[in-house]
């Protein structure tokens, strides 16, 4: 199934916060660490296998609560688990 790239913003405020590869069809339940694109600070939490390690996803101009960090079964993936209306999604132009 082809990936595609979504450009995360906060509703509060309408800031960035960041761009995701996603794969399959759906909605955005869950966000996989390894598949943040950008920003690189995501990047040191890849390999995370303790959530407490994680931080919580917030939007970095108003500080609203976006998603909870968690370790996805199976595989052991850190990840968001997204709160619904916290956020909507852009398709973006940009490939990985």
Do not use: W
């Not at 450009?7 to 966000?31: A, H």
């Not at 600070?41 to 609203?64: A, D, G, M, T, V």
């Amino acid at each position: 199934m082809p990936s595609r790239s979504f450009s995360i913003f906060c509703t509060q405020c309408n800031g960035y916060i960041l761009t995701y590869r996603k794969e399959g069809s759906g909605s955005l339940i869950r966000i996989y660490v390894k598949q943040i694109l950008e920003p690189d600070f995501f990047k040191q939490f890849k390999n995370s296998k303790l959530k407490s390690k994680i931080p919580p996803l917030e939007c970095f101009q108003c500080r609203q609560k976006l998603g909870t960090p968690k370790i996805h079964e199976p595989g052991n993936r850190p990840a968001y688990q997204m709160i619904k209306g916290t956020f909507f999604k852009k398709e973006s132009k940009k490939q990985p």
